[in-house]
């Protein structure tokens, strides 16, 4: 017997970029939220959630057990007391990214691979985020800062990759991404985009994957 042929819809690029910006804008953001979603007693909350706020996609909390506060996924977006303890030896820089920023944005730790830290944002908070304190206002590569990326980059063809991270660069609007081309190096996309339910990549073809 054959068997049905199946159909990628068609989605038009303003309702695709609607489906996955709500997914992202609907995030749970507070612990509070997170404890009466999954049926928890509520928990005091850390004071680390306010400098760095909880965000939990849909599509992640419908993953989680409900009722056990321990559940590994739970643990890993549920801000813990622990975090505003300060300890000697600790740092908010621990990969020591700050003195590897050769220009706003760029970072340059090993030879032949580049770094850009394109956005702030992400569809999840993760706790154990080593940038959680990284500057991005001042670290943004993007706008008018964007000439010195190239001018790096042009200065030092040794670099044969560029990855594009954050943050999470999918958290963008199309329009917002820089225009990685004249770089002319193969690009690689960090992104925790999968964890929401619509597709992020666009294609007029119709047809599309999730990131
Ligand atoms: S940069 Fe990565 S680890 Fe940090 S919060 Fe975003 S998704 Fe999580």
Redesign the pocket.
Known sequence: MNKPARIIPRTSRAKHARQWQQALSGAVDSPAELDRRLGLAPRPAAGAARDFRVRVPEAFLDRIRPGDPDDPLLRQVFPDPREDAVQPGYSTDPLAEQEAMAVPGLLQKYPGRALLTLTGA?????R??F??HFPYAEASPRGARWQAVLDHLRAHPDVEEIILS???PLTLADAGWPPVSPTSRPCRTCS?CACIPAPRWYCPSGSHRRC
């Open positions: 992400c569809a999840i908070h993760c154990y985020c940038r959680r954050g943050g999470d925790a």
